[in-house]
């Protein structure tokens, strides 16, 4: 419902049912802002002229074959032409995606297929047979190979370059550094124990400076904020930087030799390495403020229960971020205008079925049968059609909140927590249960929807513009993958706090209406206290929270500021 705060470990643990509604939207943004990343592939930002073909030999993951065509090559005679020369020299074609480039401007085929062979632990060969073939694509007979930035000359063979020109004539031998694995284990090491000596410390510093409960709740809420958006991204810029984002696929190749995985399963494999060291931040960072919270706060969770609460919340956003992976594997190659379309519907279809997996996934259970009539009868006196009201576990986390989720009645539910069940009377109860029918009869999780990809859509097309009149090389080719990883999550962040904000005044509005100001204000006194929410934040706080400071709420409300909404 209500209070404005931002508990410690992470989503749900301590954002209660306000942090639901947050986090159900999530996925979807998190889907818009990785639209560039589903795109075809197939054209890229080098100076190969026509005629040229290069190859990549990527270990775990499926190679890639560029074939660099004049710009006004027809389409289906670029893959008629692939298809010919795949089937008539037995090369292996997974895939194949045409695009245009520019700088210089030509036509691209990027081939799915496979290059390389593994000969030992760490160590690849790239047949002789195999470049001679793609060889016969290359109209000026050049032929550059691609390899890990981990390959080192095999003692075998001669030296390797990162790019060379290569022929037919021998087999390319390279290893990989041990450092190639190594790497990304030192990162999923620094994963967990940089968040949690951090925040540890920094949560003792804050407890010993002797200030209010509150306060001192309020300082470890910022630094936690802070250290799981930064602390998780300065891990994937290593993991990326390094060259160590495909480290499971890796991992895998290495154990299972000559393992040829589908494109659904790759694209699973790349987000799951990805999201591993952002899991484990999580979870570090849950396991070192959740000892000063239950202090704090005086409450009776235990550290492995809240963690597990936070792996919950994180469940519910990852699902829908791995089931859009392979949805976007599935789509047939080069039909990008499927893509947008494609997006759209799963991003509303998954915004209908959240309530469900919040259901599977966050320890919900029915209410009391007699309360459970009582709800259900207020939300019916309320104009709003629900499935059912059920009871959300804290796992003694002591956190006193409610939410509304779902866009179709037949799929919406309400949640309230165990503690607030106990902390409130029955009209605060009913205060509360009108506030989350005012967000509910006003379509705001809808209109968070929208308005979130009306943001996204367009700050990705500014940027998409901008990145046009920008070089295709050197540093400012990094421009447009900074504008995608900082600034349209940015944008989305203040469309969605600012929003979010007017739309809880107005379900305040709502819920006066119904029930008047008084047992509003006392339900929000009683879950501020049981929540350790500071009174006076500052307007940065307040909409990355999506809510109005509490202090600012409980004037207007008492003020009579907050104005009833009409019944219609």
Same mark, same amino acid.
């Given at each position: ?337 499927? @893509? =947008?379309? +494609?997006? /759209? *519907? ?9 309530? &469900? $997996?919040?259901? !599977? #996934? ?118 447009? @993958? =900074?504008? +995608?990883? /900082? *600034? ?9 706090? &600012? $929003?979010?904000? !007017? #739309? ?65």
């Amino acid at each position: 419902m209500t209070a404005p705060r931002v508990p410690l470990p992470g989503p749900t643990t301590e954002r209660g049912g306000a942090g639901l509604r947050r986090w159900l939207a999530v996925p979807l943004l998190v889907l818009v802002a990785l639209l560039a990343g589903a795109q075809p592939a197939a054209a890229s930002h080098d100076d190969h002229g026509p005629g040229t073909v290069v190859l990549t030999e990527r270990p775990g993951a499926d190679d890639r074959v560029v074939v660099v065509f004049p710009p006004g090559a027809d389409e289906a005679d670029i893959r008629r032409r692939i298809s010919e020369h795949a089937q008539a020299h037995g090369l292996l074609v997974r895939d194949v995606q045409v695009a245009r480039n520019s700088d210089p401007d030509t036509q691209r085929a990027l081939v799915r297929t496979v290059l390389g062979e593994r000969t030992g632990l760490l160590t690849r060969r790239v047949p002789a047979e195999r470049i001679a073939a793609w060889q016969g694509l290359a109209d000026q007979g050049a032929v550059h190979l691609t390899v890990s930035r981990w390959a080192r000359a095999d003692t075998a063979g001669p030296a390797v370059a990162r790019e060379q020109l290569v022929t037919g004539s021998a087999d390319v031998r390279y290893r990989l550094s041990a450092w190639a694995l190594l790497v990304p284990l030192l990162l999923l090491v620094a994963a967990v124990l940089v968040p949690y000596v951090v925040l540890r410390g920094f949560c003792a510093y804050a407890a010993g400076r002797r200030r209010g409960p509150q306060d001192t709740l309020h300082s470890i809420r910022r630094a936690t904020a802070a250290a799981q958006v930064a602390l998780p991204l300065a891990l994937l810029a290593g993991l990326v930087s390094t060259g160590s984002g495909r480290w499971l696929e890796l991992v895998l190749a290495e154990l299972v030799p000559g393992l040829l995985l589908p494109l659904p399963v790759l694209r699973l494999l790349t987000v799951l390495g990805l999201f591993v060291p952002l899991v484990l931040a999580m979870a570090a960072s849950a396991a070192a403020v959740l000892p000063y919270d239950r202090r704090l706060r005086g409450t009776a969770q235990t550290t492995g229960a809240g963690v597990g609460q936070t792996m919950r919340t994180v469940a519910v956003v990852l699902v829908p971020i791995l089931l859009w992976q392979v949805v976007a594997a599935l789509l047939p190659s080069g039909r990008a205008a499927l @893509l =947008l379309p +494609v997006a /759209l *519907v799963f991003a509303f279809t998954t915004t209908v079925l959240g309530p &469900v $997996l919040v259901n !599977a #996934l966050m320890t919900t259970r029915p209410l009391e049968p007699a309360l459970r009539a009582r709800l259900l009868a207020r939300c019916a006196a309320g104009g709003l059609r629900v499935r059912d009201v059920r009871l959300l576990d804290s796992r003694g986390g002591g956190v006193g909140n409610a939410a509304i989720s779902g866009v179709l009645p037949q799929l919406r539910y309400v949640f309230l927590t165990d503690h607030l069940l106990e902390l409130l009377d029955d009209d605060e109860l009913d205060a509360v249960l009108a506030h989350e029918i005012g967000h509910g009869r006003g379509h705001h999780l809808l209109l968070k929807l929208v308005a979130t990809l009306v943001a996204a859509g367009s700050a990705g097309a500014l940027l998409v513009l901008g990145a046009r009149a920008l070089p295709s090389s050197g540093p400012a080719a990094l421009v447009p @993958l =900074l504008g +995608v990883g /900082l *600034v349209l999550p940015l944008v989305v962040l203040l469309v969605q706090g &600012v $929003l979010g904000v !007017a #739309l809880e005044q107005r379900a305040d509005d709502s819920a006066v209406r119904t029930v008047g100001a008084g047992p509003l204000v006392t339900a929000l006194e009683k879950l501020a206290d049981a929540n350790g929410t500071k009174r006076r934040t500052g307007w940065l706080w307040n909409v990355l929270q999506q809510h109005p400071g509490l202090e600012q709420r409980l004037h207007r409300l008492t003020a009579g500021e907050a104005r009833p909404v009409s019944a219609g």
